[in-house]
């Protein structure tokens, strides 16, 4: 069984960025795709970006385009997801996520059912 444990959240302006780290025990991690999501107080989850498990595609919500980017660490085993130009609105815990099968193409969100515990990002307007 894979365990996720996120790091890096904490209180940013807006404007500004900070870069989360999901670390993956070994070997539950390069054979599978990684995903980022969030929780907003109030608000379902709902997807933020995805990538591949050879990083060869990513998948990004649309409200995330053009200022976070998902990359991954094979050797570290290691999902990371840069977040500049924060926002207000992109306050929430941000989730870690493991696709449920190995070497799986697509990135749906449904695609993905392990989960770490979270970490609390927050932006000061």
């Known amino acids: 069984q894979v365990q996720l444990v996120e790091s890096g959240g904490g209180l940013v302006q807006a404007g500004g960025s900070l870069r989360l780290s999901c670390a993956a025990s070994k070997g539950t991690f390069s054979n599978y795709a990684m995903g980022w999501f969030r929780q907003a107080p109030g608000k379902e989850r709902e997807f933020v970006a995805a990538?591949?498990?050879?990083?060869?595609?990513?998948n990004y919500a649309d409200s995330v385009k053009g200022r976070f980017t998902i990359s991954r660490d094979n050797a570290k085993n290691t999902v990371y997801l840069q977040m500049n130009s924060l926002k207000p609105e992109d306050t929430a815990v941000y989730y870690c996520a493991r696709d449920l099968l190995r070497y799986r193409a697509t990135m749906m969100p449904q695609n993905f059912g392990s989960w770490g515990q979270g970490t609390q990002v927050t932006v000061s307007s």
């Open positions: 990538i591949s498990w050879n990083a060869d595609s990513t």
